[in-house]
């Protein structure tokens, strides 16, 4: 007889792990705590309009994914081009960053006291031997600190809600694809080659808003057989020696007991911790305290105009303005509103519970119209409607000793060997779909080949200390 896994979450991660493991016709079970799959990668529709949480994008450098993708999706699958700016202080530049943008639009003594900066953070770099331990200290010692106080430092405040002095330097590591201003200037010169993510401007997007491509995904999981119950929280794990037992999730008021051979988590790795029995947690429990994630709240408007710009992304450095980017729908899908209209979605992290998680909409809705306006875009009167989304789990703050916290939980868990915890909630790391998608694949297959691939190697997966996405296969 097959095994009997069940998957928690039904996001990219645990979608892709189902998907894999009922190809080979495992007894599957997803248990989803939302009325729909696709976690983060939703897609809401409203009055003919389409709206991701955040607009996503596909891009993997991983072939035998984006084939086994642009299989299911089929012509439902769109080829996109990115063009994306940073708006700063009543100007547009380049994103990435261009060293040559930066020259012509900065006035000559900002420009100066940029390249001096610069040259300071070298030689401290060289001399004092600096080393990388937040994120300021990496920008600082690449960039200068003339351009981190332009361009990152604000942004990145914004984004985590605490200073950039007390962000791991991982975050920067892997998300900022320019190595450093050598680089810059090395490609503004044409002496460097190659595409880091960044850099991609080809990408993947469904004709119905990201969360089509899970949807679809999840219609090939049921015609194989798996089961996903939806409206179910985990709230409960059964220990047996080193394994878990069964699991008890919440549905409609009512708990329910399930048994298992083995369990795939992709639920937050601080909450799967709390599902244990007290008495095995003890001392983890204040490791799993420590891991905070930062929420977002999106703000969705429906604009009576044709289009409102050519960018995809539109970053937002400056602290004084609420959101962080800027986004137009239709540049992704042109299936994205009807007919001569467009709509803007603005991303505004937030901590939950907070003033802006827990304002109205109207006062989001005068709040940013007002910035928008600031920004050049002034669509006061062409709004149609609005309404707000909300993700509690946004981006796992990577606080300078996130990691030691984070491998305290790992530890505790691999004793019990029937259970993987992996995706970006399961793993608390600042993945991509596409590499979560990896890792629900790479949990399925060491399960299927009981355990020769390591957890720890899932877990991991695609964290060198270097850019995530580097050489994308992508349209
Ligand atoms: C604003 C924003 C923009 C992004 N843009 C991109 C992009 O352009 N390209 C890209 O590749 N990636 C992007 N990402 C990242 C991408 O969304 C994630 O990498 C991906 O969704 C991770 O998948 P996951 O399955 O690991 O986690 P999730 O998508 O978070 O799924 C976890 C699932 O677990 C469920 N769950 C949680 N607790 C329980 C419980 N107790 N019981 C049952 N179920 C539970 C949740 O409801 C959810 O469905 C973006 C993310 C954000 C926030």
């Given at each position: 007889m097959k095994k009997k896994i069940l998957v928690l979450g039904g996001g990219p991660c645990g979608l892709s792990a189902a998907w894999e493991l009922s190809k080979y016709g495992y007894d599957i079970t997803v248990i989803e705590?939302?009325?729909?799959?696709?976690?983060?990668?939703i897609t809401n529709e409203y009055k003919g309009y389409r709206f991701d949480l955040g607009g996503h994008r596909f891009i993997s450098k991983n072939k035998e994914l984006v084939e086994n993708v642009c299989g299911i999706m089929g012509d439902e699958l769109l080829t996109s081009h990115r063009k994306s700016v940073i708006l700063l202080k009543g100007k547009t530049f380049e994103y990435p960053l261009s060293a040559r943008d930066i020259f012509l639009k900065m006035d000559i003594w900002t420009n100066m006291k940029a390249f001096t900066s610069y040259l300071i953070a070298v030689f401290t770099k060289i001399v004092f031997r600096k080393k990388d331990v937040s994120f300021e200290d990496w920008i600082v010692n690449r960039f200068g600190r003339t351009l981190y106080n332009l361009f990152f430092g604000p942004y990145t405040e914004k984004l985590w809600g605490v200073s950039p002095k007390f962000i791991s330097s991982d975050w920067a590591s892997q998300r900022?694809?320019?190595?450093?201003l050598k680089d810059v200037l090395f490609r503004l010169f044409k002496l460097k080659k190659g595409t880091p993510r960044t850099y991609a401007r080809g990408y993947f997007y469904p004709k119905k808003g990201i969360g089509q491509m899970f949807d679809i995904m999840s219609e090939e999981i049921s015609k194989m057989g798996g089961k996903i119950v939806l409206n179910a929280t985990v709230s409960g794990i059964k220990v047996n020696n080193n394994a878990i037992e069964s699991i008890c999730y919440v549905q409609r008021g009512v708990t329910r007991t399930v048994d298992c051979d083995a369990i795939i988590s992709t639920i937050p790795l601080p909450d799967l911790i709390k599902t244990f029995p007290g008495h095995l947690t003890g001392d983890v429990m204040k490791h799993a305290s420590v891991l905070q994630f930062r929420a977002v709240r999106f703000l969705n408007i429906l604009v009576d105009i044709p289009d409102i710009s050519d960018n995809t992304w539109m970053y937002v450095s400056e602290g004084k303005h609420i959101m962080t980017r800027i986004q137009e729908p239709k540049r992704r899908s042109p299936f994205s509103a009807p007919e001569g209209k467009t709509s803007v979605m603005l991303e505004i992290p937030c901590n939950e519970n907070d003033e802006t998680w827990s304002c109205s909409k109207e006062i989001l809705l005068n709040r940013c119209l007002a910035d928008l306006k600031e920004l050049g875009l002034d669509i006061r009167d062409k709004v149609i409607d609005y309404f707000t989304t909300c993700v509690t789990h946004g981006y796992p703050v990577y606080s300078l000793d996130y990691s030691m916290h984070r491998q305290k939980l790992f530890d505790f868990l691999d004793?019990?060997?029937n259970l993987i915890t992996c995706g970006r909630q399961g793993t608390f790391r600042y993945i991509f779909m596409d590499t979560a998608m990896e890792m629900g694949i790479a949990a399925a297959q060491t399960l299927m080949l009981d355990n020769l691939c390591k957890k720890e190697d899932v877990q991991l997966m695609r964290s060198e200390k270097e850019l995530i996405e580097v050489t994308s296969v992508t349209a």
């Open positions: 705590k939302e009325s729909r799959v696709g976690g983060l990668c900022i694809s320019l190595l450093n004793c019990f060997e």
